[in-house]
């Protein structure tokens, strides 16, 4: 069963710092590695999804990286700004076929607040 | 376009009670998902439906969670004799197809408090 684990739960960092939020994965057959961000009492936002096939994907301040074969993925965020506070979460989509196939298995997440 | 919509966002509920939970996915998705997010956990997934069917609902934690999308859109998921530990977010996500890569959009969640 797919295990994902974000280090660390909680993170406090100064405004304009960069900044690397971890997830790793228990099983590496994956089909793709997706990053949400959570705002208190709301749904996820989609921010980045790699596919297998790929290192790593870009969008603005972010870039997530994943590395199937030691079961990792990264998201660095360039100066951090405020309105960057969130909870950021990963999840993997299982590579094989069948029961379990379509769902995502998230982690915990990681609690980033911005301070300015 | 409008994205994933939930409603309702709040349901306070007593414990024994029936409550029913809707989801409207994005338009022309025929993929729909159904998560559950407990307090400082991810969210841990319900059950997923490729157009009108349930194609897995590995993650129903017992028989009193049932979910329908009977003509492939809206879906509304029911639970009977609520409990206490029923209380979490319920959140509803869609995508194009539920094969290869397909990329989650998930609407703002109800959350459930049984009471």
């Known amino acids: 069963k797919q295990e994902v684990t974000q280090i660390p739960a909680a993170l406090s960092v100064p405004e304009g710092e960069n900044l690397v939020l971890n997830c790793s994965f228990t099983d590496s057959a994956i089909y793709n590695l997706q990053w949400f961000r959570q705002d208190p009492g709301k749904g996820l936002t989609s921010l980045l999804l790699i596919q297998s096939s790929q290192r790593e994907q870009t969008s603005g301040r972010l870039n997530a990286s994943l590395d199937k074969s030691s079961g990792r993925s990264t998201l660095y965020i360039a100066a951090s700004q405020p309105g960057d506070s969130a909870t950021y979460l990963c999840?993997?989509?299982?590579?094989?076929?069948?029961?379990?196939?379509?769902?995502?298995?998230f982690g915990k997440g990681t609690k980033l607040s911005v301070i300015p | 376009g409008a994205g994933v919509s939930q409603t309702p966002s709040n349901k306070v509920t007593e414990k024994g009670k029936y409550v029913e939970l809707r989801c409207d996915p994005i338009?022309?998705?025929?993929?729909l998902y159904w998560y559950r997010q407990s307090l400082g956990q991810g969210p841990e997934f319900l059950i997923y439906f490729q157009g009108t069917g349930a194609a897995d609902d590995s993650g129903l934690p017992n028989d009193r969670f049932f979910a329908v999308r009977p003509e492939g859109s809206v879906s509304t998921l029911k639970i009977q004799r609520t409990e206490r530990g029923d209380s979490a977010v319920y959140l509803c996500?869609?995508?194009?197809?539920?094969?290869?890569?397909?990329?989650?959009?998930f609407g703002p969640g109800t959350r459930l408090t049984v009471t």
């Open positions: 996500a869609s995508s194009l197809t539920g094969q290869g890569v397909n990329e989650q959009y």
């Open positions: 338009s022309g998705h025929t993929a």
């Open positions: 999840a993997a989509k299982p590579s094989y076929s069948g029961a379990g196939s379509y769902q995502l298995t």
